[in-house]
Each structure stands twice: as C-alpha cells, then as structure tokens.
C-alpha cells in the first residue's frame, strides 16, 4: 500500500509504518514552536496530527494530538500553560503531517504508545476533536 492510499483509505492491510512526511523548517530541524506563524506556513483550516518535543538536559516528547486546524493548533500550544512552560527547557519544537480525519486518532494513539509524551490533557484533545482513546494503532514513522 502506497502513502497516499495509506492517508486517503484506498484498500490493504499493510502494518508496515508510513512515512507521514513529518514537517521541518528550511535547515531540516523541527520547527520552534514559539517562532511558527500559522499565517505565512498556510495552517488555517488544514488538518493534521502533530507533536512537539523538548531539548535540554533531559530531551523528551511533550504533546501528540490531532486537529482540524493545525494554524489554532500552534496557537492553543503556544498559549497551554503545562506545554508552553517546557520552552525553558531548551526549547520547545513542533512538527506536524498531514493526515486524513478518519485517520488521525489511530496515528495519535500509536505515537503516544510510542513516544510516550509527557503532556496528557483530555479536555485539549476533545477541544481540538481528537478521541485516540480507543482506536485502533495506525503505524506511521516516528518524527525524529
């Protein structure tokens, strides 16, 4: 099964993980989250999953969620007290892919089972429309 009936639902069984194309700015680094502007990387109103990451000292994942509009997505991290607070940590980066609605909770549930994010906020993930609770794991190659 190729990628784009992977993320469009055209047939196959395949396990094997996708490559989603996870985002990066033009030096091929995750994007600083604090510096994204929705506007100028047309985010409004296209939806996607994303996940953000810390460095530092003790580098980690922080969030993994999906939305319908990436651009309010960056904007609800930004101002997310628990998420934003770990900028001081050597920074906090974002990536994102696009990937189908019908698709997005199975490759939500299957990062956090992987890169186990430190953030778990239910309330955000029902405002932003992501249920990842019980769906079904959908492999896809891990941003790194």
């Not at 784009?4 to 990066?24: A, C, H, I, V």
């Not at 990387?41 to 296209?46: A, Q, T």
């Not at 953030?119 to 990842?132: F, K, Q, T």
Request: glycine letters at 12%.
């Amino acid at each position: 099964m190729g990628f784009l009936s992977f993320l469009f639902g055209e047939g196959g069984t395949n396990n094997k993980p996708q490559d989603p194309y996870w985002q990066r700015d033009p030096s091929l680094k995750f994007y600083r989250l604090l510096a994204i502007k929705p506007d100028r990387l047309k985010l409004g109103g296209r939806g996607g999953v994303f996940a953000l990451y810390h460095k530092g000292v003790r580098p980690g994942w922080v969030y993994v969620g999906a939305t319908r509009d990436l651009g309010d997505a960056v904007e609800r991290m930004k101002d997310h007290p628990e998420v934003s607070a770990m900028d001081a940590r050597g920074g906090l980066f974002m990536t994102w892919a696009f990937i189908k609605d019908d698709k997005r909770d199975g490759v939500v549930a299957y990062l956090r089972h992987h890169l186990k994010p430190e953030v778990d906020d239910p309330d955000l993930d029902r405002e932003m429309g992501c249920n990842p609770q019980n769906a079904k794991h959908i492999p896809v190659l891990l941003p790194g």
